[in-house]
């Protein structure tokens, strides 16, 4: 077979884009990289050994396809229940309330709050379609039903949204019996949970304001 018969799909398609550009737009993303560090990861990730490589992509696959939402508080698991919601030694009787995933990771390196979370899946954004109908409110208040927990600490981003999702949990909870707590002020505003240090998160749990 000579030469010019040899079909090859990466021939001829002369693809004038860099090499790792897709790859580098699979990391951009991600909130808060940038351009250059998307590109350092792409860089990083492709110099790997080709069995490190298989690893990460198994990993992420794996990891997609057996991860759910605790059945409790709706964080992340493999199980029916996530390790906090299973975890003995915390105080069943307080519930810290967030809105992503992301957030409950943040907190429980925190020093200062040993309870329960409850994930409500977004704040209440009507401009990006997010209606009180699409977070777990109802999921909230049948856990509250059960009588255990006394304590809810809000700890909402401190956006527009964020406070909306704050006063419309104030008066869902206004009628039930639980104490209802917010994070002390001295988050800064517009900020994200999920990105402040640990020394601010346990300031912000230790100076709590009761609503
Ligand atoms: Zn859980």
Redesign the pocket.
Known sequence: MGLALVHDDSFGQHDSRFPLDDLIQHFSFYKGIGAKTAQRLALETIMLSPEKVQLFANSLVETKKNIKF?S????L?LQE??H??LDATRARDTVCVVSEPKDVLSIDQSKSYNG??HVLGGVISPLDGMYPEALRFKELQDRLSKGVIKDVILALNPTVEGDTTSLYLQELLSRTSVNLFKLAQGIPIGSDVAYLDEVTIDRAFEGKQKL
Not at 72 to 75: A, D, L, P, V
């Open positions: 605790c409790e508080c709706f964080y698991t229940q996530c906090i919601c329960l979370f």
